[in-house]
């Protein structure tokens, strides 16, 4: 009987912890994936003026968007860079952009 009384009372103390903010590890929002097409491989990717890799990586793996507004931005030397704002909601379904990058004149 003793151990019982003890068990409840641990998760009397968990369920405790979980009710205050420090004790309870809230789980991480849900992504969106992110896909992007149509610039060259070696241009480069930033999000949130965060650099994120080349566009050929990015192609290929996506990138994982938590909830919020964000800004895409493609770059390449000798292109205008292409910016794009997205607002990701969660539960949006996968997200696609078309990245076409227009060379500067001479």
């Known amino acids: 009987m003793p151990r019982k009384l003890c068990r409840i009372g641990m998760v009397a ?3 405790q912890m979980c009710w205050t903010p420090i004790g309870c590890v809230q789980p991480p929002p849900k992504t969106v994936s992110l896909r992007i097409q149509g610039a060259a491989s070696d ?3 930033y999000i949130d003026d965060e650099y994120i890799g080349y566009f050929a990586y ?4 996506g ?3 938590p909830p919020g507004k964000h800004r895409i931005t493609v770059e390449k030397a000798g292109y205008f860079p292409w910016d794009m ?6 539960g949006d379904p996968l997200i ?3 990245a076409e990058l227009k060379r500067i004149p001479d």
Do not use: D, G
């Not at 704002?85 to 969660?90: A, C, Q």
């Open 96 to 98: 696609r952009l078309n």
């Open 43 to 45: 241009a480069t990717v």
């Open 13 to 15: 103390v968990l369920i």
């Open 58 to 61: 990015v192609q290929s793996r």
């Open 63 to 65: 990138v994982a968007l």
């Open 85 to 90: 704002l997205v607002e990701v909601k969660e």
